[in-house]
């Protein structure tokens, strides 16, 4: 039987495809923001605002006390653009298509998956939420701290996963083996990595989720004056001149704890809050720290149960100067990821443009007189973003 020619538009179909299959936890997060990106490049720019719920609080009385609405957004830019070159003949497109994608789609998607999902993961440094296992390997239990946190903070029961560094899953697996539920299309429904069901997530794993250096915080941190709130936190009792956080830390604060979402009464709990920025402190010990979440101590917005004191403690989880495991539970509105259609060249070889559960990707293919060669580009143009950090939970293990 004689072989038939591969379209641009199979070849980009079927690099979607092992693209797609290659993304498990790009795959699991908010993806309804694509269609905000226009064919022929982006129609709101690079940037989409991304409207987050309105936030009220309840009167108690019969007196009207009417409140504004006041919407709060987060920006969604998309803006990295990554790809593989290649360098495919006119005989490479009369291969079958499994052949051909075995032989050269394999290996370039799954480099460019690779690139694109860690990037993805670095939204790991936006969540303060995080179950302390350092030095520990994972157990059930500490799954379902984290299951706790999400449902602590109002996250939908659907969407949720629980996506494994590979060690985790190590020292998961025999416990939960007997867990998943048995499910005879997982191999032709789910991505690379799929596990199973049980606890109410989704259970994947995944070879790509970094470790996280503490930073070496040094020194007896404090507080330093009363009444702060807001995105930065004034501090001493850091060893001078010392690297003293890494983005990413995850610390507390002595006697400030973290309210119900809703009614705003305290839990009890003490709020976590991470470093959004590297943190060195100067000669004297002091050191602005940037934070997530910030501090409202009243209002709609209402999350800890009031300001830290002067001189109250602060406690950075981990160990100092030593790196850990990630893995992270979350609902898939934690975070968003998003690809923009790329503008088609004229006159080229060849070009097509696909679009696959949301992921646009472009190919091109033009003939090189020089070499007598047919160099081809596979692009994609996409952007993450981190929307409701509340609704994930990092997993701090070994």
């Known amino acids: 039987m004689a072989n038939t020619i591969l379209t641009p538009t199979a070849v980009t179909r079927e690099a979607l495809r092992v693209l797609h299959q290659k993304l498990n936890f790009v795959g699991s997060i908010t993806r309804e923001y694509d269609d905000s990106f226009a064919r022929q490049g982006a129609k709101v720019g690079d940037t989409l605002k991304v409207r987050l719920p309105n936030q009220y609080t309840v009167r108690t009385g ?6 504004d609405s006041t919407e709060t957004s987060v920006d969604l830019k998309v803006q990295t653009q990554k790809g593989v070159d290649l360098n495919f003949t006119s005989v490479d497109l009369t291969l079958s298509l499994d052949d051909f994608s075995e032989r050269i789609l394999e290996p370039a998607m799954s480099v460019l998956a690779a690139n694109i999902e860690a990037d993805a993961m670095s939204m790991y440094k936006d969540v303060y939420n995080q179950v302390n296992n350092h030095g520990a390997t994972a157990t059930f239990a500490k799954i379902l701290q984290g299951r706790k946190i999400l449902v602590d903070n109002l996250a939908p029961l659907a969407g949720r996963t629980c996506n494994l560094n590979t060690q985790d899953n190590v020292d998961l697996v025999d416990a939960l083996k007997g867990l998943f539920n048995d499910r005879t299309n997982i191999s032709k429904q789910y991505r690379e990595g799929y596990m199973g069901r049980t606890a109410g997530f989704d259970f994947m794993e995944n070879t790509l989720w970094p470790s996280h250096t503490v930073g070496t915080k040094a020194g007896t941190p404090l507080v330093k004056g009363a009444s702060q709130s807001g995105a930065s936190l004034i501090t001493d009792g850091w060893t001078a001149s010392t690297a003293a956080l890494t983005a990413g830390d995850v610390f507390t604060i002595a006697g400030v704890y973290r309210v119900h979402p809703e009614t705003k ?6 709020q976590q809050f991470v470093a959004t920025a590297d943190g060195v402190a100067d000669g004297s010990g002091n050191l602005t720290v940037a934070i997530s979440p ?10 800890v149960s009031g300001s830290p004191a002067d001189n109250a403690a602060i406690t950075v989880a981990g160990t100092a100067s030593t790196p850990h495991g990630i893995s992270m539970a979350y609902h898939k509105g934690a975070f968003a990821f998003a690809s923009a259609d790329m503008v088609m060249p004229r006159g080229v070889d060849f070009a097509a443009r696909e679009v696959f559960d949301g992921v646009s990707m472009r190919i091109v293919r033009q003939y090189d007189i020089n070499n007598d060669k047919f160099p081809c580009r596979l692009d994609v143009l996409y952007g993450y973003q981190t929307l409701r950090p509340q609704l994930a939970c990092r997993l701090a293990n070994n």
Request: aromatic share 0%.
């Open 294 to 303: 910030a501090i409202v101590t009243t209002g709609a917005t209402q999350n």
């Open 265 to 270: 009464q305290s839990t009890g709990i003490l």
């Open 62 to 67: 019969s007196t009207l006390d009417a409140q």
